[in-house]
DNA sequence: TTTCAACACGAAAACGTTTTCGCGAGCTAT
DNA sequence: ATAGCTCGCGAAAACGTTTTCGTGTTGAAA
């Protein structure tokens, strides 16, 4: 077993200090041109790669971004990784990735854990049990101590940082108005609790979008759902009761169990109803029919946050506190689940 | 802004040493109780946290397993980091995950600059093209260099390390009998270009499933995709010209897409043909119908590697040359997808 | 011959810990 | 009175870097 080789051992080996090695790897002019060569190809030779710990000691940098986001299993989320990796890698940083699994508990402690100097920044997205406390001192605790943090989708104004989000109202409005272009009339909604901020933003552009038309919201067509498990019953009560020709779900697993259900009631999508998801995910584009959806493009997110926290972290020398929210563009992708009245 | 305090922050403030600011903090006897008080109180009130690096640089230790993966969006690789960051939580480890991107490239650079300090042990599955070129030394390297390796569901023989993976020729074996036992007899298969060693070893099982039923392998009814972006027509091409009953996919991409296009030819599923999948993501429990399909448990793939690497860095002292594969198991879900003829 | 610059290199500090060892003060026992 | 012991604490090394500063040697200029 071949352990790796420090710059002690190279020194020692080649009867040098170790000022001279380090200094003739970094190609130093202070260092003979002999001696650098014969460094290097030693080096070479033991294929001595320097100790990022040690460095990231020294320079008070860890090149690592943390990310806490509340589940990996959800396609969205992992596309949000998959773009924060791609501008994370392309300047050199690495990402540590932490779930909170929804907990505020485990947000803290991973918090905590990334804040004692093994990350440079922070990307995160709230637990829902997190926006649900309003408590988010932990956060605001490491902004204090100067690490930059920046928040996307499930984000919140009492904490003041760089931001990435969508504009889910306007987002969801944009559906809402196409699904009414389309000539329906009788528009529900399946929504979440409104404590989950972008369920809440969705509710409101679903309710400007009837209003601005002219159709009073009635408040029968609207369920709220708290936990996955059990909203199969009142999706199925509500397309039985209410006969209502569209659906606007918040996302696209409310989407696509709207059609399961709808298919067991012998209505047919979109023949007999329409329905719009929100979140292009693997679902929207393989279930059959396949669903018109909002897409948030969750890798430009992913990009752009990081990108903002990566600047943040270059700028360094004073730091500004004028902190941005980007919004991130949707578009509307019309599949085959809507069609026209 | 209130950066973090030091142990010599503290022992400046204190007039005391920083060795006794720091066995006070870890409760040394060598301490006199007074001294031990006031020390712990004036670290509380600053919220001094060791530093992690330089833990890290002391202990030689990181408390951190890096996760080489081929991509994130993709259910299966989320379920199994899940499982990953599970137990390495349960055991105060962090995660660093890297993204090859299918790149052999990318897999050797994310290897080596994790490998220089940064994590105590790898957990990783092949990307294609390290499968295809079949070169494995940057994996070797760092077993060489004292670092425990955990190979996943895309692993080789040529390294010698500890694995994780399901037997995929006996699943793909019963997916098939089970299709056989169903009544039917021309069973095509979908699966992908050879040097995918999974998709290999399921078209295996698929072969020896209709060998032991006495029913011949004919080559026309099995396809090989070599990327997803053409998957359609060569699948049309099957579902028109071979007559086939029954449907066996190594992925739930290929198995959803099949019963798309089979639709699309006016076939029913399940009526007019049944299809079988490999992974139980997303789709294959959200598509209508349902997809009936192999269920790899990523979760306690994920669980398990990280177990076995965790055991293997704590045992840490004589390093016992026996490797492990553990095979987790699988086991079939019966959904909508398929019938009985 | 003296002076001074250039050159080539080494010593040491610094990053933040933990831990071993040593040392002085105070006490007890002979 | 003195040896020896315990107690409480500090100095220093170690982990692996980088970088500043100092220093000795050499050669050239005066």
């Known amino acids: 077993m071949r352990k790796k080789v420090t710059l ?26 002999d001696t650098r060569l014969k460094v290097q190809a030693f080096a070479k030779l033991y294929n001595y790669k320097p100790n990022n710990i040690a460095l990231s000691l020294k320079n008070k940098k860890t090149k690592t971004i943390g990310i806490i986001i509340p589940e990996i299993v959800h396609h969205f989320f992992a596309t949000v990784i998959s773009g924060i990796e791609q501008v994370a890698n392309e300047n050199g940083y690495n990402v540590i990735v932490c779930l909170s699994d929804e907990s505020f508990d485990k947000e803290v402690i ?4 990334l804040a004692n100097g093994s990350t440079d920044g922070f990307i995160m997205s709230l637990s829902k049990e ?20 920046v928040l996307f989708d499930r984000v919140t104004n009492d904490v003041f940082c760089d931001k990435v989000i969508i504009d889910d109202k306007q987002a969801a409005f944009d559906a809402v108005h196409f699904l009414i272009e ?4 009788k528009i529900a909604l399946i929504t979440t609790v409104d404590y989950v901020s972008v369920g809440k933003l969705r509710t409101d552009g679903y309710k400007k979008a009837l209003k601005s038309n002219n159709i009073s919201v009635d408040e029968e067509l609207i369920i709220k759902i708290e936990d996955i498990e059990n909203c199969a019953v009142k999706i199925e009560n509500l397309i039985k009761e209410q006969n209502c020709d569209a659906i606007f779900a918040v996302n696209e697993l409310f989407a696509v169990t ?23 995910g693997i679902i929207s584009q393989f279930s059959t029919p396949s669903i018109s959806t ?6 430009k997110m992913g990009r752009k946050a990081a990108q903002m926290l990566i600047d943040r972290l270059e700028l360094e020398d004073e730091e500004d506190e004028h902190y941005k929210t980007e919004i991130i563009e949707t578009n509307l992708i019309v599949r085959e689940s809507t069609t026209t009245k």
Chains 1, 2 share one sequence.
């Open 8 to 33: 002690k051992q190279i020194a020692k080996e080649l009867d040098v200090s170790i000022s001279t090695v380090s200094k003739s790897l970094r190609d130093s002019h202070e260092i003979s041109e």
């Open 110 to 113: 991973n918090l905590e854990m």
């Open 130 to 149: 997190t926006q649900q406390k309003r408590d988010f001192h932990h956060i605001q605790e490491v902004i204090n101590q100067g690490m930059p943090v």
């Open 182 to 185: 389309q000539g329906f009339k």
């Open 258 to 280: 709207a059609i399961k259900i709808a298919a067991k009631n012998n209505l047919k999508v979109p023949d007999d109803i329409s329905v719009i998801g929100f979140t292009d």
């Open 294 to 299: 909002v897409s948030q493009n969750g890798i």
